[in-house]
T-cell receptor, first 114, second 112 residues
């Protein structure tokens, strides 16, 4: 297992288009998290799953954002009708559902909306 | 809500200098505290953690002590190397098993 992988690494899209990102967590990890990071800021929590159940969504996650983890393995994050303000690095992390366990991060998908 | 405040960067040090990056937090209950590091071109990696008051986390020469009385978790290293150049993030989980809340990050540059 090579860790958390995200695809694509970079995405440039025109305003108004839909985009979808994929995250493959470490195989035995049952928790999967999505974060967004803008320049000069720390990662901001968006949503997370335990197995296939979406346990929490941040109020940052507008109705244009949707995330799924259909079989409790990989996850997708879709942004509909992208806006320039959506330009950011989207990070995925995974962990075991245990107290104080380490979250392992992918390298992120950088989205640029033009 | 829960939050983390880190000292503003960038921080530039000469090799072998002493490093302190300040971190304070606001949280209800008893959070767990973490330092993550992001090297250029890489993903975030856990550097160290502490799960209760007075615990000291340590790794790769870095240390941080969980100070509940001052709500702080300052990162220190006695002698930095060029390879320590990275962005450092202080973070907490409010109850040890919930999503991380991050500070804004502090960029460290170490020059030879």
């Amino acid at each position: 297992d090579t860790g958390v992988s995200q695809d694509p690494r970079h995405k440039i899209t025109k305003r108004g288009q839909n985009v979808t990102f994929r995250c493959d967590p470490i195989s035995e990890h049952n928790r999967l998290y999505w974060y967004r990071q803008t320049l000069g800021q720390g990662p901001e929590f968006l949503t997370y799953f335990q197995n296939e159940a979406q346990l929490e969504k941040s109020r940052l996650l507008s109705d244009r954002f949707s995330a799924e983890r259909p079989k409790g393995s990989f996850s997708t994050l879709e942004i509909q009708r992208t806006e320039q303000g959506d330009s950011a690095m989207y990070l995925c992390a995974s962990s075991l559902a245990q107290l104080n366990t380490e979250a392992f991060f992918g390298q992120g998908t950088r989205l640029t909306v033009v | 809500g829960d939050s983390v405040t880190q000292m503003e960067g960038p921080v530039t040090l000469s090799e072998e200098a002493f490093l302190t990056i300040n971190c304070t937090y606001t949280a209800t209950g008893y959070p767990s505290l973490f330092w993550y590091v992001q090297y250029p071109g890489e993903g975030l990696q856990l550097l160290l953690k502490a799960t209760k008051a007075d615990d000291k986390g340590s790794n790769k020469g870095f240390e941080a002590t969980y100070r509940k009385e001052t709500t702080s978790f300052h990162l220190e290293k006695g002698s930095v190397q060029v390879s320590d150049s990275a962005v450092y993030f202080c973070a907490l989980t409010p109850s040890g098993n919930t999503p991380l809340v991050f500070g804004k990050g502090t960029r460290l540059s170490v020059i030879a």
